[in-house]
C-alpha cells in the first residue's frame, strides 16, 4: 500500500514569514495530492490539490509543487496570518486503491505575532 | 458547494451499547464515502470505504462486525459502533467523494464536521 510521511510534525514561523511542509509518497502510481487544513475540532478543510501531470499550483498564499522524480510534494504558505495556525495534513492517492487517499502524520503550523 | 454533513455531533454512551453516525452528502451524490477515525494529536486512520449499493470494504485490523456501514443512497451512509467500549472513543469522521461531473474533481474528498464518540 501507500505510505506518505511529513514533515516537519510542528512548525513556528513569524507572521508575515513563509512556511513550507513537505510530503513523500512511497507509490510512484499516486497521482492525486490534496492538502487539507485542520483546526481543532473541526473537518478537515482541502485547501489545494494537485494532480501527478502538473509540476506546481497556486492559489493566493497558497502554492503546491511536485516533484515526481522524487515522490516528494511540498506545501508553501506565504506572508503567514495568525489564522492560517491549524494543523495540515498531506495525502496521496494512488491509482490501485480506488479513491483511497493515505494521510501523512501532520503538521501542527504555528504562525505567532 | 460541496457539503457534507454528519450526525450526532458528539454522543455520549454507555459501553456495550451501539452507536449510529449519518453522514449526507447535501448538495451532490457521492459515489464513494470514507469512514475515518482520528485519536487526539494524531491523523486521520481510514477505516473503511463505503459504495452505494455494495458492500463496504474495510481496512487491514477494522472489526467489519464491529462497525457496521450501509451505504443506501448516494447521499446517505451510516456507521454503527456495535458493543461499544470505552477503546472505542474517538473522533469519527466521515467523507464523500461526487460522482463523475459532478461539483469538484472525481477524487476530491470533502468531509463531514465529525461525530465525537465517548463510551464511558
Given at each position: 500500500g501507500e505510505n506518505v510521511e511529513?514533515?516537519?510534525?510542528?512548525?513556528?514561523v513569524q507572521e508575515?514569514?513563509?512556511?513550507?511542509?513537505?510530503?513523500?509518497?512511497?507509490?510512484?502510481?499516486?497521482?492525486y495530492f490534496p492538502w487539507y487544513k485542520q483546526e481543532l475540532g473541526k473537518r478537515p478543510q482541502l485547501i489545494i490539490d494537485i494532480r501527478s501531470n502538473v509540476g506546481e499550483k497556486k492559489d493566493q498564499r497558497i502554492a503546491v509543487t511536485l516533484n515526481k522524480t522524487a515522490k516528494h510534494?511540498?506545501?508553501?504558505?506565504?506572508?503567514?496570518?495568525?489564522?492560517?495556525?491549524?494543523?495540515?495534513?498531506?495525502?496521496?492517492?494512488?491509482t490501485?486503491?480506488?479513491n483511497k487517499l493515505t494521510f501523512g502524520t501532520g503538521t501542527q503550523l504555528k504562525v505567532e505575532l | 458547494g460541496a457539503v457534507v454533513s454528519q450526525h450526532p455531533s458528539w454522543v455520549i454512551c454507555k459501553s456495550g451499547t451501539s452507536v449510529k453516525i449519518e453522514c449526507r452528502s447535501l448538495d451532490f451524490q457521492a459515489t464513494t464515502m470514507f469512514?475515518?477515525?482520528?485519536?487526539p494529536k494524531q491523523s486521520l486512520m481510514?477505516?473503511?470505504?463505503?459504495?452505494?449499493?455494495?458492500k463496504a470494504t474495510y481496512e487491514q485490523g477494522v472489526e467489519k462486525d464491529k462497525f457496521l456501514i450501509n451505504h443506501a443512497s448516494?447521499?446517505?451512509?451510516?456507521?454503527?459502533?456495535?458493543?461499544?467500549?470505552p477503546e472505542d472513543s474517538s473522533f469519527y469522521i466521515c467523507s464523500a467523494t461526487p460522482v463523475s461531473g459532478g461539483a469538484g474533481m472525481v477524487e476530491?474528498?470533502?468531509?463531514?464536521p465529525g461525530t465525537r464518540l465517548l463510551v464511558l
Amino acid at each position: 500500500g501507500e505510505n506518505v510521511e511529513q514533515h516537519p510534525s510542528t512548525l513556528s514561523v513569524q507572521e508575515g514569514d513563509s512556511a513550507v511542509i513537505k510530503c513523500t509518497y512511497s507509490d510512484s502510481a499516486s497521482n492525486y495530492f490534496p492538502w487539507y487544513k485542520q483546526e481543532l475540532g473541526k473537518r478537515p478543510q482541502l485547501i489545494i490539490d494537485i494532480r501527478s501531470n502538473v509540476g506546481e499550483k497556486k492559489d493566493q498564499r497558497i502554492a503546491v509543487t511536485l516533484n515526481k522524480t522524487a515522490k516528494h510534494f511540498s506545501l508553501h504558505i506565504t506572508e503567514t496570518q495568525p489564522e492560517d495556525s491549524a494543523v495540515y495534513f498531506c495525502a496521496a492517492r494512488f491509482t490501485g486503491g480506488g479513491n483511497k487517499l493515505t494521510f501523512g502524520t501532520g503538521t501542527q503550523l504555528k504562525v505567532e505575532l | 458547494g460541496a457539503v457534507v454533513s454528519q450526525h450526532p455531533s458528539w454522543v455520549i454512551c454507555k459501553s456495550g451499547t451501539s452507536v449510529k453516525i449519518e453522514c449526507r452528502s447535501l448538495d451532490f451524490q457521492a459515489t464513494t464515502m470514507f469512514w475515518y477515525r482520528q485519536f487526539p494529536k494524531q491523523s486521520l486512520m481510514l477505516m473503511a470505504t463505503s459504495n452505494e449499493g455494495s458492500k463496504a470494504t474495510y481496512e487491514q485490523g477494522v472489526e467489519k462486525d464491529k462497525f457496521l456501514i450501509n451505504h443506501a443512497s448516494l447521499t446517505l451512509s451510516t456507521l454503527t459502533v456495535t458493543s461499544a467500549h470505552p477503546e472505542d472513543s474517538s473522533f469519527y469522521i466521515c467523507s464523500a467523494t461526487p460522482v463523475s461531473g459532478g461539483a469538484g474533481m472525481v477524487e476530491t474528498q470533502y468531509f463531514g464536521p465529525g461525530t465525537r464518540l465517548l463510551v464511558l
